[in-house]
């Protein structure tokens, strides 16, 4: 049937449309961001019940419209109930979210982002761990092409015992030497775990217990991508 086609998705988030329906934003393994609108998923007796939440991982049967797609059908792969039933890892969940909506493209297929949230959410239904979000922040970055330079001055290239790397700022595009430094100040441990969550350590990172130092990894992740996405991320300062 034309217009019709097949994607797994994760519900972004929904607003309401007109009485009982709601607008429904997915991101889907194979078109990208979608649009579509869940008729009906309102009244008591919907279809789609809470299938089409936020956090949902759905597999999916939507018609092609001009404007917004409609959802035919909705099957649930995941509803990540250990994450619904613990706040922290709830509010986690949201600031995973909200940054794939923030980064992801309308039909522009990115099949990694889709795998990369769902692996995300997985992990974190598995158990909540402290560098989780910002670990999966500094991997999205450098998805975006915004990996940061981290073993030499992202200004002069200094580099070696002389450059003393002391400040972080994405904008820059990542550590910065004494000379140069703008941004916010970053540490040696701090400079190691970034290297660390983006040298493919990530699943050891994700064991390492709450330190001062994760909290400032966590800043710095909070920040890089408040700064490429030029606007604050919502979910995370409401945490
Ligand atoms: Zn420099």
Redesign the pocket.
């Known amino acids: 049937m034309p217009g019709l086609y097949r994607d797994s998705g994760v519900v972004l988030r929904t607003i309401k449309l007109g009485e009982a329906d709601r607008i429904v934003t997915f991101v889907t393994q194979a078109h990208g961001k979608v649009r579509a609108v869940a008729k009906g998923v309102r009244k008591t007796k919907s279809r789609f019940g809470a299938r089409v939440e936020p956090l949902s991982h759905v597999s999916l049967l939507l018609y092609e419209g001009r404007d917004l797609d409609i959802v035919s059908q909705a099957e649930t792969l995941d509803h990540f109930r250990a994450i619904r039933e613990d706040l922290d890892r709830m509010s986690s969940a949201m600031a995973l979210l909200e940054a794939v909506d923030q980064v992801s493209q309308e039909r522009e297929p990115n099949a990694r982002l889709y795998q990369m949230l769902v692996g995300a959410l997985r992990s974190l239904a598995a158990r909540d761990a402290p560098l989780l979000v910002p670990a999966f922040f500094w991997k999205l970055l450098s998805l975006e092409g915004a990996h940061p330079v981290l073993d030499q001055?992202a200004?002069?290239g200094?580099s070696g015992e002389d450059a003393e790397l002391v400040a972080f700022d994405l904008t820059e595009g990542g550590a910065?030497?004494r000379?140069?430094r703008r941004g916010g100040p970053v540490s040696p441990d701090g400079l190691a775990m970034i290297r660390r969550i983006l040298g493919g350590d990530l699943a050891r990172v994700l064991d390492e217990p709450r330190t001062p130092v994760t909290d400032e990894v966590s800043r710095l992740a909070t920040r890089a991508l408040e700064d490429h996405i030029e606007r604050r991320l919502r979910s995370i300062h409401i945490l």
């Open positions: 001055c200004s002069c200094a910065l030497c000379t140069c």
